[in-house]
């Protein structure tokens, strides 16, 4: 019964991990989304000069 129920909660936390994994690989994928617009849509600032998106 102990290997049964060993095998059982492996399952459980290698699902859990893969789970976490995708929304992780989501996030990035979002997160560059949103860098590369920033970084596109940055153009001009007030003085003619090219601005920048962050303020950094």
């Known amino acids: 019964m102990v290997p049964l129920l060993l095998v ?3 399952a459980l936390l290698l699902f859990g991990a893969g789970f ?3 929304i ?3 996030v990035a994928v979002i997160v560059l989304v949103v860098w590369l617009v920033g970084f596109i ?3 001009t600032n007030a ?10």
Not at 47 to 56: A, K, L
């Open 41 to 43: 849509a940055r153009g």
């Open 8 to 10: 059982l909660l492996l």
């Open 24 to 26: 992780l690989w989501w």
């Open 47 to 56: 003085t003619g000069g090219r601005g920048r998106w962050y303020r950094w």
């Open 20 to 22: 976490a994994v995708k």
